[in-house]
């Protein structure tokens, strides 16, 4: 019965606790301090009497609702709450300017692999390979990536996202070196075939993506509407 | 809120005095400000949490107070708050700004002034 209680008591707080995670204004320092709080006032209610459910239930209504609090750290936390506003707009802006310049290094890569091996297909044929290929390999990594809740540090995507300017220098310094004039009106014909795939198959899954998390927010509200 | 007495600007503009004269007697975390405050002011000032730490947290951003990390001995880790300095000197400015509006109040409403 004891432990029962405890159990209940820590997914309680549990709750509590996620049901600010969406506040990008309040921190997760903010959140533990917060955390602190309502423990001591917990703990002063049932020295009164209370048992742990309802001095839950009162330490929680007197910390205040997430919008309430949220309203308040505001305030103090403006330059943490534009920056997370911010965020997801400057990856999109940076993976977006990286990923344009990739296409005319699959298509020079292509053209390469078509010339050098002596195959006779458009060479639209190889960069699409390589193109889906990569989709896949990344599709698949992310999957592993979730799979084994691998945390990469942040200097290793920076290293990982700064391999592909390189990767593109490397290969735009060997065709000027090697490709003639006429070479590039092929090459650019792949790349702008390439560039409008890689519009369309962004745009899916972009619309994708914003659905799953559409869902899921209306899932985690009814799941807080449940705790209330 | 049980402050029904007070306006709102009169709360915010001593809030800080307040809390920056607690900690200069003693290191403390938001919990224990928050029940300080409560027993000296006679149960007339009763700070809601989600007022208290964004003025703790403003306050630290302008270095008048110190924030850490310590565990107690029952294993729970709070965050303190500790003056620096700084905060001593503004404590000090904002005690000679109250004593001044203390001295007029009182002198308006002919009563003897206190301490001035």
């Given at each position: 019965?004891e432990s029962?209680?405890?159990?209940?008591?820590?997914?309680n707080?549990?709750?509590?606790?996620?049901?600010?995670?969406?506040?990008?204004?309040?921190?997760?320092?903010?959140l533990k301090?917060l955390?602190?709080?309502?423990?001591?006032?917990?703990?002063?209610?049932?020295e009164?009497?209370?048992?742990?459910?309802?001095a839950f239930l009162?330490?929680?209504?007197?910390?205040?609702?997430?919008?309430?609090?949220?309203?308040?750290?505001k305030?103090?936390?403006?330059?943490?709450?534009w920056?997370?506003?911010?965020t997801?707009y400057?990856?999109?802006a940076?993976?977006?300017?990286?990923?344009?310049k990739?296409?005319?290094?699959i298509?020079?890569?292509s053209y390469?692999?078509?010339?050098?091996?002596?195959?006779?297909?458009?060479?639209?044929v190889?960069s699409?390979?390589?193109?889906?290929?990569?989709i896949?390999?990344?599709?698949?990594g992310f999957?592993y990536?979730?799979?084994?809740?691998?945390?990469l540090?942040?200097w290793?995507?920076?290293?990982i996202?700064?391999?592909?300017p390189?990767?593109?220098?490397?290969?735009?310094?060997?065709?000027?070196?090697?490709?003639?004039?006429q070479?590039y009106?092929e090459?650019?014909?792949?790349?702008?075939?390439?560039?409008?795939?890689?519009?369309?198959?962004?745009v899916?899954?972009?619309?994708?993506?914003l659905l799953?998390?559409?869902?899921?927010?209306?899932?985690?509200e009814?799941?807080?509407?449940q705790?209330? | 809120?049980?402050?029904?007495?007070?306006?709102?600007?009169?709360?915010?503009?001593?809030?800080?005095?307040?809390?920056?004269?607690?900690?200069?007697?003693?290191?403390?975390?938001?919990?224990?400000i928050?029940?300080n405050?409560k027993?000296?002011?006679n149960?007339?000032?009763?700070f809601?949490?989600?007022t208290?730490y964004p003025?703790l947290?403003?306050l630290e951003?302008k270095?008048?107070?110190e924030?850490?990390?310590?565990e107690?001995?029952?294993?729970r880790?709070?965050?303190?708050?500790?003056?620096?300095?700084?905060g001593?000197?503004q404590?000090s400015?904002?005690?000679?700004?109250?004593n001044?509006?203390?001295?007029?109040?009182?002198?308006?409403w002919?009563?003897?002034?206190?301490?001035?």
């Open positions: 019965m029962t209680a405890k159990n209940s008591l820590e997914q707080i549990k709750a509590w606790r996620k049901s600010f995670q969406s506040k990008s204004e309040i921190t997760e320092d903010n301090e955390e602190a709080h309502l423990l001591d006032e917990i703990d002063a209610l049932t009164k009497g209370l048992s742990e459910e309802e009162v330490a929680k209504y007197r910390i205040g609702d997430k919008e309430e609090l949220s309203k308040e750290f305030k103090v936390n403006k330059f943490n709450y920056l997370d506003k911010l997801p400057l990856i999109g940076i993976v977006f300017t990286l990923v344009s990739f296409y005319s290094s298509s020079i890569l390469f692999l078509v010339h050098s091996i002596e195959l006779y297909v458009p060479i639209i190889p699409l390979i390589i193109y889906s290929s990569l896949l390999a990344l599709f698949y999957k990536y979730k799979k084994v809740k691998l945390k540090k942040i290793t995507w920076a290293l996202l700064l391999a592909i390189v990767f593109n220098l490397l290969i735009l310094v060997l065709s000027t070196k090697v490709l003639q004039p070479d009106a090459i650019s014909k792949t790349n702008a075939i390439l560039t409008w795939i890689g519009y369309a198959s962004t899916i899954l972009g619309f994708f993506l799953a998390k559409y869902k899921k927010r209306k899932l985690q009814n799941q807080f509407h705790i209330d | 809120m049980s402050m029904e007495n007070f306006s709102k600007e009169l709360i915010g503009a001593s809030s800080i005095p307040i809390i920056l004269s607690l900690l200069s007697r003693q290191e403390s975390y938001g919990y224990e928050i029940k405050i027993e000296i002011s149960e007339k000032i009763d809601k949490e989600g208290l003025v947290h403003k951003k270095g008048y107070i924030s850490f990390w310590k107690s001995d029952a294993g880790k709070r965050k303190y708050y500790k003056i620096t300095d700084k001593k000197k404590l400015s904002e005690q000679q700004s109250w001044v509006i203390n001295h007029i109040m009182s002198k308006l002919n009563q003897q002034p206190k301490t001035a």
